[in-house]
């Protein structure tokens, strides 16, 4: 009888110490505003949809608290309130948080986004081309770019920026570089490319680039770039000065002439 009793007393002991996790957090009191994006790399990609408020708090590292399941059939969110830090970085902004998506293939999802009580449905549409959001509904979220193209497949694209419009001929020399290495035109959709825009069947150009002139390109290149980080880094050597250059490929490459200009 002790004995049980001693046993007893253990068991209630170590269920007393046990510690319950509890997740304090400030409720949505805004519109979540929602926006795919999808990362290029070697050898896959991957897609996120990335989650903010509407509106601005005091700190810009408030931070959204979110659940997630995803299915070979479905994809569920649910944002479960904003993350108040302990230490606050000291600029406006709005609460964020991103949501990857493992595995995604080219399907159709069924979609759920829960806010509260808010339930918003819909479809998101997965092809080789694009990505689309197709919501039956829209309760407390924002929908910003309901259509995500994805770069193609043997693509390059870049931005040469200048101060001075008498370097336009060196611009133009190292654009008719990138061709003879094997670069062609292609005719790319008009849309959201996420690292770029295409408007009227062309590029559009930055915005706040930091340069008075800028010249952009996209073009279809097939095989090793090497050759292209090759041309970007002698002309950023050999005209730095006169240029800033920086080309991206569709397998996550970057070459970036203010870096290769110091190998």
């Known amino acids: 009888m002790k004995k049980a009793i001693f046993i007893l007393v253990?068991?209630?002991?170590?269920?007393?110490?046990?510690?319950?996790?509890?997740?304090?957090?400030?409720l949505i009191d805004s519109d979540i505003v929602i926006r795919m994006s999808e990362?290029?790399?070697?050898?896959t990609r991957s897609f996120k949809f990335g989650l903010q408020t509407d509106k601005a708090y005091p700190c810009i590292n408030y931070s959204l608290i979110t659940n997630s399941i995803?299915?070979?059939?479905?994809?569920?969110?649910?944002?479960?309130?904003i993350n108040t830090p302990t230490i606050c970085f000291t600029a406006i902004g709005p609460a964020s948080s991103a949501i990857p998506v493992t595995s995604i293939q080219n399907?159709?999802?069924?979609?759920e986004f829960k806010i509260g009580t808010n339930i918003s449905t819909g479809k998101l549409i997965c092809t080789s081309n694009e990505f689309k959001l197709q919501m039956n509904d829209l309760l407390q979220i924002k929908i910003n770019g309901p259509v995500l193209k994805r770069v193609p497949v043997n693509t390059i694209w870049g931005t040469v920026g200048y101060h001075n419009s008498t370097?336009?001929?060196?611009?133009?020399?190292?654009?008719?570089?990138?061709?003879?290495?094997?670069?062609?035109?292609?005719?790319?959709?008009?849309?959201?490319?996420?690292?770029?825009?295409i408007e009227n069947g062309k590029i559009k150009e930055p915005t706040n680039s930091g340069y008075w002139f800028t010249k952009t390109f996209v073009y279809k290149f097939s095989g090793d770039k090497n050759p292209i980080r090759s041309i970007v880094k002698d002309?950023?050597?050999?005209?730095?000065?006169?240029?800033?250059?920086?080309v991206h490929g569709?397998?996550?490459?970057?070459?970036l002439g203010?870096?290769?200009k110091n190998e």
């Open 250 to 255: 569709d397998m996550g490459e970057e070459f």
């Open 70 to 81: 995803t299915t070979t059939e479905k994809i569920s969110i649910e944002v479960l309130g």
């Open 258 to 260: 203010w870096i290769l």
């Open 235 to 246: 002309y950023s050597k050999n005209f730095g000065d006169l240029m800033s250059i920086s």
């Open 107 to 111: 399907k159709t999802y069924d979609i």
């Open 10 to 26: 253990i068991i209630l002991s170590s269920i007393s110490c046990e510690k319950t996790t509890r997740h304090e957090y400030q």
């Open 167 to 197: 370097s336009i001929d060196k611009i133009n020399e190292f654009i008719s570089s990138i061709k003879t290495a094997g670069a062609s035109e292609v005719t790319l959709e008009d849309g959201n490319y996420n690292y770029f825009e």
């Open 39 to 43: 990362k290029l790399g070697n050898p």
